[in-house]
């Protein structure tokens, strides 16, 4: 078991450029979040998926913001057409539903930096 | 809906001694999850201890431990013998009961652990 594996760990882009994150929750987790963090806050929620269905998503997040996951394991996040403001870590965590502790297992994040 | 506060930005604590950190939230449910999360710098988020709060006993993990005052709304977690490795973010989080239909997460902003030699 390697844990929640995010890539890449560190994205800069230009602003307007689309940027893709990738992650890897933990085999037998069937719970995947994507959170947002930016410096000195918590981190914010953003969506989250059971399974393949996505089944929450901020009312917050702008519509350039997409996720995935199309097979029940592995996710993504788009961000279209960014923007400085979406500077920040990007953070994923996924869990268990069945024998749940509640725990959330987070990754390292994704580091986005828009010039 | 539901916030959770961390009012202390900023905490020190000789190494060895107690402290404890200070979460708040508002909530309407009666069922739900607390949880403290632990970032050390540069490193993912990690679970410290959680409670239930249909469970009147507090929670402890090892020196970890938790007052919860379900009336109060109060979820403070108190870390006993400080050592230096508990320098980090501490994350207060939030989650509803199952039976809510959402499993959504809600953070607090986070109170900043020094541990002092």
């Known amino acids: 078991d390697t844990g929640v594996s995010q890539d890449p760990r560190h994205k800069i882009t230009k602003r307007g450029q689309n940027v893709t994150f990738r992650c890897d929750p933990i085999?037998?987790?069937?719970?995947l979040y994507w959170y947002r963090q930016t410096l000195g806050q918590g981190p914010e929620f953003l969506t989250y998926f059971q399974n393949e269905a996505q089944l929450e998503k901020s009312r917050l997040l702008s519509d350039r913001f997409s996720a995935e996951r199309p097979k029940g394991s592995f996710s993504t996040l788009e961000i279209q057409r960014t923007e400085q403001g979406d500077s920040a870590m990007y953070l994923c965590?996924?869990?268990?539903?069945?024998?749940?502790?509640?725990?959330?297992?987070f990754g390292e994040g994704s580091r986005l930096t828009v010039l | 809906a539901q916030t959770v506060t961390q009012s202390q930005p900023e905490m020190s604590v000789q190494e060895a001694e107690t402290v404890t950190l200070s979460c708040t939230y508002d909530t309407s449910e009666s069922d739900y999850y607390l949880f403290w999360y632990k970032q050390p710098p540069s490193r993912q988020m990690i679970l410290v201890i959680r409670q239930e709060a249909y469970k009147q006993q507090n929670a402890t993990e090892n020196r970890f431990s938790v007052n919860f005052q379900k009336a109060a709304k109060s979820f403070s977690l108190k870390i006993s013998d400080s050592q230096l490795g508990d320098a980090a973010m501490y994350f207060c989080?939030?989650?509803?009961?199952?039976?809510?239909?959402?499993?959504?997460?809600?953070f607090g902003t986070g109170t900043r652990l020094k541990v002092l030699a």
């Open positions: 085999s037998e987790h069937n719970r």
């Open positions: 965590a996924s869990s268990l539903v069945f024998g749940n502790t509640g725990e959330l297992f």
């Open positions: 989080a939030y989650r509803r009961d199952a039976t809510s239909g959402t499993y959504k997460y809600i």
